[in-house]
């Protein structure tokens, strides 16, 4: 048997638009739940989103508010020697450790990349026993396991990965040195990270600048309806996932009794639900290779964007 059951599922994954965001947020959240730390706090980050060329920023958890708010250090782990050998150490120390992988092996991801499809994932983990070809890791938002055959893909031990060629994976490990926030000391650390990261927020509305280059990724992507998934992954999975994660920081902050936030919060989640949106109609453009310039969705985008930042901007600032 290779892959086992999932032990716990994502948090009220039904009621997300993305239950699914990027795998390094994927793999933070339900690590910071099981350590009864509050995830939503540290998501100011997400108001700092913008364009990057070709894809959206690839947002993730900032090691500095890791530290602030939850006492956690993320560090490097330079791999010198068998990979599972050094997550034993890790895990002796009582560390977890967030592990890029193949997702062709990772059980969790049957409805994606499952042995169909080679592709680089984050996950983190929890436990591994060598002996039992055993490994217990968090995914997507839920906490998984799996043995066998799909540990020996893991960790590069089949016939076909014994090649001096590879490159070992990034790997970072977590310990925590510190008491965590509680209380007033953590809003007001909140408030303050999202007046920080809306101060480096881009100086130009980033939809705007996507918008322009909509019609020659169209282009593009009719050329290679094949890259679809790669490309939505970029796009879409950042922008709609990024701005859910803003709205549930916002609502947390007014639920907090942080006033003015609510509004904003709508904006937010609207973008949220107009990027998936746009994604179901992205693939419909590529599939039939008939240009739409989707203008309906980018004018609400764009709008709800501009909101969003000139209501924090009153609130927070």
């Excluded at 540290?42 to 990057?52: F, N, P, Q, S």
């Excluded at 499952?114 to 995914?139: G, N, S």
């Excluded at 839920?142 to 990965?161: I, N, T, W």
């Excluded at 925590?176 to 990261?197: F, I, K, N, Q």
Aim: contains cysteine; charged residues 25%; negative net charge.
């Amino acid at each position: 048997m290779s892959g086992l059951a999932v032990r716990d599922g994502p948090a009220q994954a039904d009621a997300r638009d993305w239950p699914v965001t990027n795998c390094y947020i994927d793999a933070w959240l339900p690590l910071l739940r099981s350590w009864q730390l509050e995830p939503l706090a540290a998501l100011g980050v997400t108001v700092a989103l913008d364009y990057e060329g070709d894809q959206f920023t690839f947002f993730k958890f900032a090691h500095d508010d890791l530290e602030r708010f939850y006492g956690i250090v993320a560090g490097e782990l330079s791999i010198w020697r068998p990979l599972e050998e050094q997550l034993v150490v890790q895990m002796r120390l009582g560390r977890a450790t967030l592990v890029e992988v193949d997702g062709f092996y990772l059980p969790d991801t049957r409805a994606t990349s499952y042995r169909i499809q080679h592709m680089k994932t984050t996950i983190a983990v929890e436990a591994i026993d060598p002996r039992r070809m055993y490994l217990r890791y968090y995914h997507n938002d839920g906490r998984y396991e799996l043995e066998g055959a799909d540990y020996d893909g893991v960790f590069r031990h089949l016939p076909h990965q014994d090649s001096e060629d590879l490159l070992p994976p990034y790997v970072e490990f977590v310990k925590r040195c510190s008491a965590p926030l509680r209380g007033r000391a953590r809003l007001d650390a909140a408030v303050e990270s999202l007046r920080r990261r809306l101060g480096r927020r881009p100086e130009h509305n980033p939809i705007a600048r996507y918008r322009r280059d909509f019609p020659d990724h169209m282009e593009w992507l009719t050329a290679h309806r094949e890259k679809f998934h790669e490309y939505a992954f970029v796009i879409f999975r950042q922008l709609g996932p990024n701005f859910e994660l803003l709205a549930s920081h916002l609502d947390w902050l007014s639920a907090q009794g942080v006033s003015g936030l609510v509004d904003a919060c709508e904006s937010a989640a609207r973008i949220s639900a107009t990027a998936k949106a746009m994604q179901f109609k992205v693939a419909r453009i590529a599939s039939r290779r008939r240009f739409d310039p989707c203008d309906a969705m980018f004018d609400q985008l764009q709008r709800d964007y501009a909101m969003v930042m000139e209501l924090l901007a009153r609130a927070v600032v």
